[in-house]
DNA sequence: TAAAAACACTTTACAAAGTAAAGCTTGGAG
DNA sequence: CTCCAAGCTTTACTTTGTAAAGTGTTTTTA
């Protein structure tokens, strides 16, 4: 074998960035940088309430999104939007993507499998 | 908003696969049909033996991976190898990480964000 | 040839996280 | 006025990832 220790870390795999419900949240509001309320994150996504408030927790606790709340009379509505530095993690972990989908490539070119994806 | 619901849903995503750990281990075993033994693939990965540990059990439960253990005399070896399933089920996973990767790019280009990584 | 260190894992225990169900408040329809 | 729906939050549960400790063998090395 002849690659180095460490190959297949991956260590840039942001955990808070990779887990499917956030990584649809922050793409949407990335694709949305005017914001987004949450009943149209809770369909884009399709998350449930209770989901959809969690992560939105979770990524205002790690400053990759704002979240806007007005409340004063009329149905309360909440606007997110993805902050500076979450459109700068979700680009850093991109690149990690980038970096897993071209070591599959290659390993598809070198075992001779059949290719399951086209290549962008 | 002009999307449809669930546009960010991303249910190809599967959860076996979708994680750091597991993900490193299969591209590695991907990259290797003749298999990997466990002491390369920690190192790879780098990942402890405890993690491995888990993890593999829970690839071969899945039928992602089929384990060998040779331990009659001398020291247990136990190698790895992806199966036909994990060949397929880790294609169609980077079918999806791909579609990520293009409403990404999409939205940098409709949003005229500064690119954070190269196209494929 | 003992003792010690290294290999090769497995098991156990803990902490974090995802998910779903229930709860609470306000607004509109009948 | 009553009932149902919208718009969330809180709580509780279950799974999962991770690390620490444990077991057995096999080389060193002193």
Not at 43 to 49: F, G, N, P
Not at 70 to 93: A, C, N
């Amino acid at each position: 074998m002849s690659e180095k220790p460490g190959s297949f870390a991956y260590d840039g795999l942001d955990r808070v960035l990779h887990e499917k419900a956030r990584l649809g949240i922050l793409t949407s509001l990335f694709s949305h940088p005017e914001g987004l309320v949450f009943g149209e994150i809770k369909s884009l996504c399709t998350l449930t309430d209770g989901n959809l408030s969690r992560h939105l927790q979770v990524l205002e606790r790690e400053e990759l999104v704002e979240i806007v709340k007005e409340s004063g009379s009329g149905r309360p509505k909440t606007t997110v939007f993805i902050t500076p530095l979450g459109r700068e993690r979700f680009q850093e972990y991109l690149v990690e993507l980038q970096t897993v989908l071209q070591a599959a490539k290659a390993a598809e070119k070198a075992t001779g499998a059949q290719p399951g994806f086209s290549p962008a």
